[in-house]
């Protein structure tokens, strides 16, 4: 009896595995109501904190050549930051905006190309299907077959 239990319970343990393979092993897939994301697209621009960040980075690693450690570098970024008055963090807050004008240029930039070559590939598309059919029609007659083997 203890036999014939094992062996359906064996089964239903590697169906299960099967199943989680299968699922473990296939690619993700995106979400169905997203598009995939373009690696041409510009990135956005980092905000003042991560500005500040950028710096303080460079100075906490000259007085703290041993750390290793990223969280507490950013920990002690972050509590600098917050101790931080309006008029110190004004240098910061400048470069990230000005970083934030740059980006909407080139992301229009990358808009107007977009929607170029979308409508390049629509034109293309109407093109081809035109010619494909004026071709279809010149050999549908007896002659036209002597004209596609000249081609």
């Known amino acids: 009896m203890k036999g014939a239990r094992s062996k359906p319970a ?20 995106a979400p169905k109501g997203k598009p995939a994301k ?18 303080f980075r460079k100075q906490y690693k000259e007085k ?13 970024g972050g509590d600098k930051w917050k101790s931080m008055s309006e008029a110190e963090k004004a240098p910061y807050v400048s470069k990230a905006e000005k970083r ?9 930039d990358y808009n107007k190309k977009m929607a170029e070559g979308a409508d390049a590939e629509e034109e293309e598309s109407d093109k081809s299907k035109s010619e494909v059919n004026d071709e279809d029609e010149e050999g549908s007659g007896d002659e036209g077959d002597e004209d596609d083997d000249d081609e």
């Open 10 to 29: 064996t089964r239903k343990a590697d169906s299960k595995l099967s199943v989680k393979k299968g699922a473990a092993a296939g690619k993700k897939a």
């Open 64 to 76: 703290h050549p041993n750390n290793k450690s990223v969280a507490v570098v950013g920990k002690a």
């Open 100 to 108: 934030k004008v740059e980006y909407e240029k080139t992301l229009q």
């Open 38 to 55: 373009d690696p041409n697209k510009p990135k956005r621009p980092a905000s003042a904190f991560f500005v500040f960040m950028e710096d």
